[in-house]
Every structure is written in C-alpha cells, then in structure tokens.
C-alpha cells in the first residue's frame, strides 16, 4: 500500500469515527431528554398522588380569614348531612340561598327554595339516606365564593323504602357557597354518579 493510499486511509478513517462518535452523542442526548422526561412525569404523578387525598385550599384572602370559613364550611357539610340522615327539609333549606340552583343526575335543573324544598320531600318519601357519608376532597375559597367537592366512602348506602332494597351510596357532589353576612350558603349544587355504578332515577 502506497504512502497516498495509508494517508487515505486513515482519514477515511478518522471520518467514520467522528460521525459515529457524534451519532452516538446525538442518540445519547435523546436517550436522556427521554429519561428526565419519564422523571419528571413519574415525579409529577407522585405530587398529585400525594396531595389529591388531602383536602386542597386555594384562598386569595388571609390565612385566618380562610380557615375559618373552610371551617363553616365542613361544619355546613356536616350540619346537611344530619338533616339529611333525619330527612329534616326545614334544616336544609337554612343552607341554601334563596335563589339557589340544584342539578341532580337524570333530574330538571330547579332554582329557588320552593322547587328545591319539594325535591327534597319527594325524595325523603321513597329514600333513606341514614347510610350516607359526606368526604370533601377539594375546598377552594375565592374571597366571598368556595368550590367545595365530596365524594361518599365505600360502604355509603341509600335505602329505597318502595322496593325495599338498599343500593350503594356512589354519588360525588360540586356545591358553589357563596358568603352572606358571617355565613355560607350554598348557591349552586350538582351531583352525579360515579361510573362504576348507574342507576337512573333512583334519588
């Protein structure tokens, strides 16, 4: 082999080695992007898995201020849950605004006291709803306004008193409070059903 023909050789050489060694520094650099990516997901997964069993607050008013109407709050969810288990609709209608808006599942969007007192006797005459459990998930207080989320625990029941038989409670609620003077009131409330379990027209 000719000196021309070494010398060829090696720089042939020589350019195979630097595409291959920034060939495989460009697979390296996205080998990693995709590894800091899996990172930061797993670790975003395990922020949101830690913190969504905690009730969450989110507040634009002072710290003593939000705490205490998270605590009227809980103790308004505790109060409707009483009168629910003892079908007090007089109790009930304390913690609503009198113009308030109610959306049930597979029921016509009613507003006001009247329509929404009748709602509830109706449904006090054919249900039961000693077995009923209110767990907030999700509290967030917007000066004079909160969100206020619950879900029922497993082993929540309803009865129906008509067919004699007892389903499980799977119901999970939004309610809108709104404050009025040193109190809350509920303003807007919905629920629906949790989707392993559907039964139309039942409450």
Known sequence: MSGLSIDKFYKEMMMKN??????????AGKLLAIVLASVLTATACTQVATTSAQPKT???????????????????????????????????????????????QGKPTLQGKAAIRQSYDGAFA?????????????????????????????????????????????????????????DWRIAYYMYNQKSDWVVGGIC
């Open 126 to 182: 054919v249900m039961d709803f000693t077995g009923i459990d209110y767990i907030p998930t999700s509290i967030e207080i917007y000066s004079d306004a909160a969100v206020v989320r619950t879900t029922h625990p497993d082993g929540a029941t309803v009865y129906h008193k008509q067919q004699g038989t007892t389903f499980p409670d799977r119901n999970r609620e939004v309610f809108v409070f709104k404050r009025q003077g040193d």
């Open 58 to 104: 989110t507040a634009i008013v002072n710290d003593t201020t939000t705490n205490q109407a998270i605590g009227q709050i809980k103790d308004t969810l505790i109060a409707y849950q009483t009168a629910m288990a003892k079908a007090d609709t007089d109790t009930l209608m304390t913690f609503f605004q009198d113009d308030a808006v109610i959306e049930f």
């Open 18 to 27: 630097q595409q291959t060694y920034h060939s495989n520094k460009l697979l």
